[in-house]
């Protein structure tokens, strides 16, 4: 298992390919380590005994110690400790932990590259474990490359007039692939050190120079990180907080004639793998999703609640009603996650999968109600978030002291603590870092809404219920 010194060190020895504010730059630059600070943590509290239970676990391909964000869940006990684990972690870092794109990628591979060999005779599975063995030694940190670029959504990837809106093989040599195209919104990429690339779609027969997954090291030749940064407001010297120590970048990654060798791909051709490969990122994600999102409504149920009771309003119905709401929210979607790990079942490769109706109802209630816990947060808090004087007016000799006075809401609480209460929900409320992890995210990451209500319905046994309506009714056909 890695230190995040050793996570940073291997970043700082990647060739240079992140383009961000108009320059080429390094993953030493201090707007990526700055970024990094999430995954760094992941490295950190895995040697921390208060977190260790949930970051270290078994290797059960060698039995080695690894981190949890390697490790391919084996029962109904590491889905729940992956979940919780999750929702932990985002609560330390204020909103997404970021790592968990590559390994829920990293568990889809591992039952569909098995699948593909048991119905092709492939040998996909044994690349993958090969892979997945390097994985968990080097303790590698992997950005999940899904979503294409899709064009006009109307069209399928080979309609497109241009093909490399989806991913794709443009040229095959008996040692591997060359690929083209992109994947948008790749959170973490240009701090990652592998980049795992898949279908984001189902695939026609004869779609398969789209059928395509791999893994490529971040830096490869011909790959292109164009990134974009968000963060919290930056603090005054005495008036850091915790919150504020954390960043995002996120990556357009372009593939330009990217060369992968063999035993980095794991699906080629197999259009139907492809569309399973897809379909079971976005399961585990969905999964995830039921940690996170319960993670980032703890967030924002506490601020709500710290700003009730600083405005001397906690205990008034209608704040009550609207903080059990934000509990009833977050708990259901924890509630359904859980409920996805009990009901998980085997894989033929021995992975465990998350049962689908349950990950995807959790996710879809998160996505549903995202902008209700942030409206609620909004109305309790009132203007300020929007409106308030940044720390360094805060210590400014001449206004500080009117900042302090006028932030003050009730006796007992310092200034300072309504300060920085208020602050906080303007981090949540007014930041970009809060806009694109937490709100837009919050609806699309894992697939847009839509996604999920298609999961729902293909895999919900309604006709059972219709049955149970006809039997009510007396109606016999
Ligand atoms: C902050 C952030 C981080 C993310 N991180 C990652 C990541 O790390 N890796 C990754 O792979 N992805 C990531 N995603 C991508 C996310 O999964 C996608 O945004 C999501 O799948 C939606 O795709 P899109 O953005 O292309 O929107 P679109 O697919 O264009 O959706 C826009 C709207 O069009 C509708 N629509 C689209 N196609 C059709 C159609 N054919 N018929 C009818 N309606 C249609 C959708 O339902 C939606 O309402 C991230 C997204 C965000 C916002």
């Not at 064009?151 to 007039?161: T, V």
Request: aromatic share 8%.
């Amino acid at each position: 298992m890695r230190t995040s010194e050793q996570y940073l060190n291997s970043l700082f020895a990647m060739r240079k390919n992140i383009y961000l504010d108009g320059e080429l730059i390094g993953r030493d630059d201090p707007r990526i380590v700055r970024a990094s600070k999430a995954i760094q943590l992941t490295f950190d509290l895995a040697e921390d005994p208060k977190y260790k239970k949930w970051l270290v676990t078994t290797s059960h391909l060698t039995g080695k110690p690894i981190n949890r964000f390697t490790h391919i869940h084996q029962s109904q006990e590491d889905l729940l400790m992956k979940q919780e684990m999750t929702r932990v972690l985002c609560n330390l870092v204020g909103g997404c932990i970021q790592r968990c794109m590559g390994i829920d990628m990293m568990n889809a591979l591992s039952i569909t590259t098995k699948n593909a060999d048991i119905k092709y005779g492939t040998d996909y599975h044994q690349r993958f474990l090969k892979y997945l063995e390097y994985f968990q030694e080097n303790d590698l940190v992997a950005a999940g490359g899904q979503t294409d670029p899709k064009g006009d959504r109307r069209l399928r990837p080979g309609e497109q007039p241009d093909p490399d809106q989806y991913v794709r093989v443009v040229e095959r040599r008996p040692d591997g692939v060359v690929v083209c195209g992109a994947k948008l919104h790749n959170t973490m990429a240009p701090y990652a050190n592998e980049i795992i690339v898949i279908p984001t779609r189902r695939l026609m027969k004869d779609e398969k120079d789209w059928a395509i997954a791999f893994a490529i090291p971040a830096d490869a030749e011909g790959v292109y990180l164009i990134g974009r940064e968000s963060r919290f407001a930056e603090r005054a010297p005495g008036m850091e907080a915790p919150i504020a120590e954390f960043a995002d970048v996120e990556s357009f990654t372009v593939l330009d004639h990217v060369f992968v060798p063999n035993e980095r791909i794991f699906i080629n051709g197999e259009t139907e793998f492809g569309g399973e490969l897809a379909l079971l990122f976005a399961l585990y994600h969905r999964h995830s999703y039921c940690g996170c999102k319960p993670g980032m409504g703890d967030v924002l149920m506490g601020t709500t609640a710290l700003l009730a009771d600083y405005l001397g309003i906690e205990k008034m119905s209608h704040v009550r009603e609207k903080l059990a709401e934000m509990v009833s929210v977050a708990e259901l979607v924890f509630a359904a996650g859980i409920a996805s790990a009990v009901k998980s079942k085997k894989a033929p490769s021995g992975t465990q999968i998350p049962d689908i109706i349950y990950a995807n109802v959790g996710r879809r209630h998160a996505g549903h109600n995202i902008y209700h816990e942030y409206n609620i947060l909004c109305d309790i808090a009132g203007g300020l978030p929007a409106t308030l004087p940044l720390s360094k007016e805060y210590n400014h000799p001449v206004v500080g002291e009117f900042v302090k006075k006028y932030v003050t809401r009730r006796e007992g609480v310092s200034p300072e603590n309504h300060y920085r209460a208020f602050h906080l929900a303007s981090d949540l409320l007014t930041s970009e870092m809060a806009t694109v992890l937490g709100q837009i995210a919050g609806v699309h990451g894992g697939g847009s809404p839509i996604m999920e209500d298609i999961a729902v319905m293909s895999s919900y046994d309604m006709e059972s219920k219709k049955n149970l309506a006809k039997y009510l009714a007396g109606i016999k056909e």
